[in-house]
């Protein structure tokens, strides 16, 4: 258990409106990481961190924007969602001076 | 662009065999292969990390291998449970920085009792 939760855990949304999932970590790591999973896609990886208002682009970063304005927090903004964006969304972290990654419980998110 | 490809997807055995999962990657600039489990519904919980100075790590029942020159990574599961079926995920990132990891689809695996 790496401290990781995720909120909302469910939640559904109509296409065309913005939706905010927050991770929060209670052990002050570096990196942060979300991850989106589909079924016939696996997980791929959308935007990390590296630190306070230090983020980057992954794989399937269209659609998505990303703030870390404290290192516990890292959010994930659909701007305007779409059902393409029905997905389970996991966050991940990564502790420093090690590589293993731990993932948050997950958000089910439905866009109707 | 790293490929992660895990066969086979699925896979059903008797409880108490030893089986292995395979994974195969397409960037031999590999450095970190990552090996999770996956309940239904649920988060991936990580079992085993190699490196690849290390070429091999065990925990338990568990023993994970990666070979760079092959492109391979194994998971041998001995003496299988019930309480083993899940589905397995390898992903693999090359290390340092904020990698993230590039993810095999997974082998679903099912241990009859």
């Known amino acids: 258990d790496a401290g990781i939760t995720q909120s909302p855990r469910h939640k559904v949304t109509e296409t065309g409106t913005p939706v905010t999932l927050r991770c929060h970590q209670t052990e002050n790591h570096r990196y942060m990481y979300w991850y989106r999973q589909d079924p016939g896609h696996g997980l791929r990886l959308i935007h990390y961190?590296?630190?306070?208002?230090?983020?980057d682009k992954g794989e399937v970063s269209d659609g998505y924007s990303v703030s870390r304005s404290k290192t516990e927090d890292f959010l994930l903004t659909l701007e305007s969602a779409t059902s393409s964006q029905t997905s389970v969304y996991f966050c991940?972290?990564?502790?420093?001076?090690?590589?293993?990654?731990?993932f948050g419980p997950g958000t089910r998110l439905l866009v109707l | 662009k790293q490929e992660v490809t895990q066969i086979p997807a699925a896979l059903s055995v008797p409880e108490g065999e030893n089986l292995v999962l395979n994974c195969s990657f397409t960037d031999s600039a590999i450095y970190n292969l990552q090996w999770f489990r996956q309940d239904p519904g649920k988060g991936l919980t990580s079992l085993l990390l190699?490196?690849?100075?290390?070429r091999e790590q065990t925990s338990g029942r568990l023993n994970a291998s990666l070979d760079k020159s092959s492109g391979r990574s194994t998971l041998y599961i001995a003496a299988s449970q019930p309480g083993d079926s899940a589905t397995y995920l390898c992903a693999g990132n090359r290390g340092g920085g904020a990698d993230g990891l590039t993810f095999g689809k997974g082998t679903h695996l099912i241990i009859q009792p």
């Open positions: 991940a972290i990564r502790r420093d001076r090690q590589e293993t990654q731990y």
């Open positions: 961190s590296y630190g306070v208002k230090d983020t």
């Open positions: 190699i490196q690849s100075s290390q």
